[in-house]
């Protein structure tokens, strides 16, 4: 089965710009594969952040987009806040009735 | 406001079973696309099952493929999940996602504990 890789870790300043990536072995990924990002603080469930490469789901600032980058789904934060410190999952669809989440970000914002 | 509220997490010994209930609050939830997500401890998320509004489809994660079985009672507004033969790797906080369109655009619950141990 394919991996679905993401950045183990990143950091960013107050107010930088960031972007997380998405990628999965031996393909490009695209719009088809559905992209979604998720936002988990500790102790917390995930919440949705992004579904569908670039809709955000209600409520999520719009500091935070999704776009295809390829050959991989990204995550960008425009304006990071200290809220934003997180670890951030991203899913995709890879067919069949199979979704797979990749491995995770940790976000440092400092 | 969407809830999703899971139970029936428990303190189970390897080769035992679980029922995880998850009641929903908020949302047609005859309409709703439903999955099951979990989360060792310490570790990322993983995508275990899925199951279509009429139930029609459902789907499930080829390591996980023979021990588990997701059901859904519309009227009552739940979610199940069915798992036996569980083993340590099983140790898990087991949650309940779902929403309108697609799973995964959805709410998350707070999570219920499956802990295998002898």
Redesign the interface.
Known sequence: ?PVVTQEPSLSVSPGGTVTLTCGVTSRSVSTSY?P?W?Q?SPGQ????LI??TN?R?SGVPDRFSGSILSPKAALTITGAQTDDDSHY?C?LYLGG????????TKLTVL | QVQMVESGGDLVKPGGFLRLTCTVSGLAFSEAYMSWVRQAPGKGLEWIAYMTPSGRNIYYAASLQGRLSISRDNAKKSLYLHMNSLTVEDTALYYCVGGLGSWYSGSWGQGTLVTVSS
């Open positions: 089965q559905n979604s998720f988990q469930p995930p919440r949705t579904h569908s809709i789901s999952y899913l009735g199979v979704w797979v989440f990749g491995g995770g």
